[in-house]
């Protein structure tokens, strides 16, 4: 099994910056990607961006692409969601989400980030 924990997330105005990381543990080889998504009140949850935990190859929902970073660090089993220049429509529960081979998905505990001045 794999489990993630997530950290980061909070308050910020619009404009700013927050980082997110997200850390698996347990059948980490068993992961093929990984993900976030977010959910804000009231609406579905979308996807944000992802990696191949393998390679170097991320992408992005329309929304974020040029604001936003997905990376990973395998040597700290971690990976990270940089964001910048968030806007107030940014602001929704952030969820990281790993596909595992033969297995169903793995999601994170959730974090809030909220844009507001």
């Known amino acids: 099994q794999v489990q993630l924990v997530q950290s980061g997330g909070g308050l910020v105005q619009p404009g700013g910056s927050l980082r997110l990381s997200c850390a698996p543990s347990?059948?980490?080889?068993?992961?093929?990607?990984m993900n976030w998504f977010r959910q804000a009140p009231g609406k579905e949850r979308e996807f944000v961006a992802g990696i191949p935990w393998s390679v170097e190859s991320p992408y992005y929902a329309d929304s974020v692409k040029g604001r936003f970073t997905i990376s990973k660090d395998n040597a700290k089993n971690t990976m990270y969601l940089q964001m910048n220049r968030l806007k107030p429509e940014d602001t929704a529960v952030y969820y990281c989400?790993?596909?595992?081979?033969?297995?169903?998905?793995?999601w994170g505990q959730g974090t809030q980030v909220t844009v507001s001045s």
């Open positions: 989400h790993a596909i595992i081979r033969g297995r169903d998905p793995a």
């Open positions: 347990g059948s980490i080889r068993t992961i093929s990607i």
